[in-house]
């Protein structure tokens, strides 16, 4: 029998579904992509569910999507605290150390990350309109999130962080811009974000550089360098314009609103 291959994440689905198992998205509507190469994130339908190891989650809501999670038994997903929307009496949350101490203070980062445990259900939200962007993480994928982004990512992804270096990004973004990275061992596993506004992404050929306003971007594979660029533009009496370069290979996510970064 013919299987349904999800345009978004590529994994296999049996005949006859209407939404990807693995990550949620529409399997009877076609990627939207632009000329330039912009495809939308799929917009996940209200009551949408899908699976990751044992564990089940629904999504809610459409404006400020919900993930709904019902967990199984030995799973676990982390999170920062403020998102977890409920939980059932019976969920165990406990404290993930993320290290990095005042590096991540100087960076708005919070210093411990939040771990809820199966079984039971438990919900989370961003308090800010937008779409819950599903990315399966298949074994050895390193991903990189703009800081304050992610929902929540399964027990089985690692977790680090990184900031972006250089004299034009500390001028620009106070102390650099930092991103949290997420990578897989031996086994898959899901990391969830939520984009304010509308989310596109698209993949750039070895080499191929773009140029995008930092508080537009929203992740990139680990394979993408990145790197603040001044523009010939003032942009006020002391300020200057800059960029976020990125470099080839690997995908590029984009959110259409968001918030300026410092320029002075």
């Known amino acids: 029998m013919d299987r349904i291959a999800c345009e978004w994440c590529r994994v296999q689905n049996p005949p006859g579904a209407t939404t990807c198992q693995t990550c949620g998205a529409p399997l009877d509507v076609r990627n939207k992509v632009s000329d330039s190469g912009w495809r939308e994130a799929p917009r996940l339908r209200d009551m949408t569910e899908f699976r990751f190891s044992g564990s089940v989650c629904q999504v809610e809501g459409e404006l400020v999507p919900v993930a709904e999670l019902a967990l199984a038994p030995n799973d676990w997903v982390y999170f920062e605290h403020q998102v977890m929307l409920w939980k059932d009496e019976g969920v165990p949350l406990s404290a993930m150390q993320t290290g990095g101490g005042f590096r991540r203070m100087l960076g708005g980062m919070p210093f ?3 771990v809820a445990s199966g079984p039971g259900r438990v919900a989370f939200s961003r308090d800010a309109p937008g779409e819950l962007v599903v990315l399966p993480m298949p074994p050895g994928i390193e991903l990189d999130v703009r800081e304050h982004a992610f929902l929540l990512a399964a027990g089985s992804v690692g977790y680090s962080f990184i900031r972006i270096k250089g004299l034009a990004n500390i001028l620009h973004g106070g102390n650099g811009m930092y991103l949290d990275r997420f990578v897989t061992g031996p086994a898959p596993g899901i990391l969830m974000l939520h984009g304010n506004g509308n989310v596109m992404e698209r ?22 360098q990145m790197q603040a660029v001044q523009q010939e533009l003032k942009v006020g009496l002391m300020r200057k314009m800059y960029l976020a370069e990125m470099t080839g290979p690997g995908r590029v996510g984009i959110q259409s609103m968001y918030v300026h970064h410092k320029t002075g």
């Open 112 to 114: 411990v990350l939040s």
């Open 203 to 224: 993949m750039l050929r070895p080499g191929e550089k773009i140029l995008v306003e930092p508080g537009g971007f929203l992740y990139k594979d680990a394979s993408v």
